[in-house]
């Protein structure tokens, strides 16, 4: 019989047609849950099950309903707010998964700092404040260098660093008109009504790409970040794997890792985290109940011996999520990374010259422009896009660095002027 797996997210995107291929290659049929609404008969021809996440009550039992005559062997989210109903629909089903009060203290960043620190976790100073509160007298006696930050948002978006009590206000107010923008307020959360200020972290940043079995972390992937993330913005470029940090660096990051998600009690099923070493301490910002978003993913191929053919991280998730066992694979030897080509300024995007030759540079495999002609693209902290993805492989992350740079120096993004409406 068709294995069938719950794939739940918000809009059907990139990472979406990733897994539909690794399905294919499995023989699985995925299931769609999509944040979309149920009048509209099935626009995307995709044979999703509509739900709203901000009523999950209804959602699960929305999916649970359709669902009846074929029970779903798996579940896997595509995004941090999808990650808590998928866990609520495993638990309804009987599957393995995160549970739900898991998933939603690893979307909610004072949740899962105080969950840090409750664990004994090196955690900097923070403090919660309402976005409607007026807190220069409370700024002035914060530590700074700080960062102010949604407790919700993903990608960096609305992320600040701060200097001092003038910075903070400021940054608070901006936040604050980011959060009451339309695409935040549909989601109709009340996590947006607050922010958080915590102390600044010096040193180099990571990301962590692994897997969870029954509460035992499997490690896939160590990310290097090598531009430095230090503000006044947070936007990430490049990732490289393997990381060249020391052995013993790498070990403590997974320690941390494993340590974060069982203070936060995640327990079945793929994670993505992001740390900071500052000197001999490794902090963990945050780490989320899925994989690794946008088209990220496809920097990185598994083998579990080195005469396979590689395999997707989606194909590795997917495996997992049908109950198998997936600690036997193992990144490819082959360094790899990807270049999130950052956005400049805000306009409207016509075109990206040069893509031909930057598809040319000696270890690039791809450069995909993902940004819409006639879009308004916008740099962070308010933008929550990137113009598109560069991909590279090499003998070592220093050639894929330089393969990513060349490629991207090669680029030219054509934008027109934002219109401004009077009146």
């Known amino acids: 019989m068709e294995k069938r797996v719950l794939l739940v997210a918000t809009t059907i995107g990139y990472q979406i047609r990733s897994f539909g291929d690794a399905a294919r290659k499995l023989g699985v049929r995925l299931v ?26 209804r959602s699960v039992e929305s999916v649970v309903a359709a669902c009846a005559n074929a029970v779903p062997d798996g579940v896997i989210a595509v995004g941090d707010r999808p990650a808590v109903v998928a866990a609520r629909l495993a638990r309804a089903f009987g599957l393995s998964w995160h549970p739900p009060d898991s998933a939603r203290i690893s ?47 993903s990608g960096s978006r609305g992320v ?61 992937a160590i990310f290097d970040k090598p531009d430095p993330l230090d503000g006044p913005f947070f936007e990430e470029t490049i990732y490289l794997a393997p990381s060249l940090a020391a052995g013993d660096v790498q070990q403590r990051i997974l320690e941390c890792v494993a340590d974060g998600a069982r203070a936060i009690g995640l327990h079945h099923g793929p994670v993505h985290a992001e740390c900071r070493v500052s000197g001999s301490t490794v902090y963990l910002l945050e780490i989320a109940a899925r994989p690794i978003g946008g088209l990220c993913s496809r920097s990185l191929r598994f083998v579990k011996d080195e005469t396979d053919e590689p395999v997707t991280l989606e194909e590795v998730v997917l495996r997992h999520a049908l109950g198998e066992r997936v600690d036997a694979y193992r990144r490819e030897c082959l360094a790899s990374g990807v270049m999130m080509i950052p956005i400049a300024k805000r306009g409207i995007f016509r075109s990206a010259e040069g893509v031909d ?21 916008v740099p962070l902290p308010e933008g929550r896009s990137y113009l598109g993805f560069i991909f590279a492989r090499g003998s070592g992350p220093g050639s894929v660095e330089r393969s990513l740079r060349d490629a991207h120096g090669r680029l030219h993004f054509v934008l027109d002027r934002e219109l401004t409406v009077i009146g």
């Open 357 to 377: 030759s930057a598809r040319g540079v000696p270890g690039v495999e791809d450069v995909r422009i993902t940004a819409k002609p006639g879009a308004l693209v």
């Open 32 to 57: 769609f849950v999509s944040d979309r609404c149920e009048r509209l008969d099935d626009p995307w021809r995709d044979q999703a099950i509509a739900v709203r996440f901000h009523d999950e009550d």
């Open 160 to 220: 600040m660093r701060v200097d001092n009590a003038d910075q903070c206000v400021e940054a608070l107010g901006r936040l604050r008109r980011l959060l009451e923008s339309a695409d935040v307020l549909i989601e109709r959360d009340h996590v947006h009504r607050r922010a958080l200020v915590e102390s600044f972290i010096s040193g180099p940043e990571y990301a962590v790409e692994g897997i969870l079995e029954h509460g035992r972390f499997h490690p896939l």
């Open 107 to 153: 979307r909610n960043k004072l949740f899962a700092r105080r969950a840090f620190k409750s664990a004994g976790l090196p955690t900097p100073w923070f403090k919660s404040v309402s976005i409607d509160e007026d807190v220069r007298s409370r700024a002035v006696g914060f530590p700074y260098p700080a960062v102010v930050k949604p407790l919700a948002l």
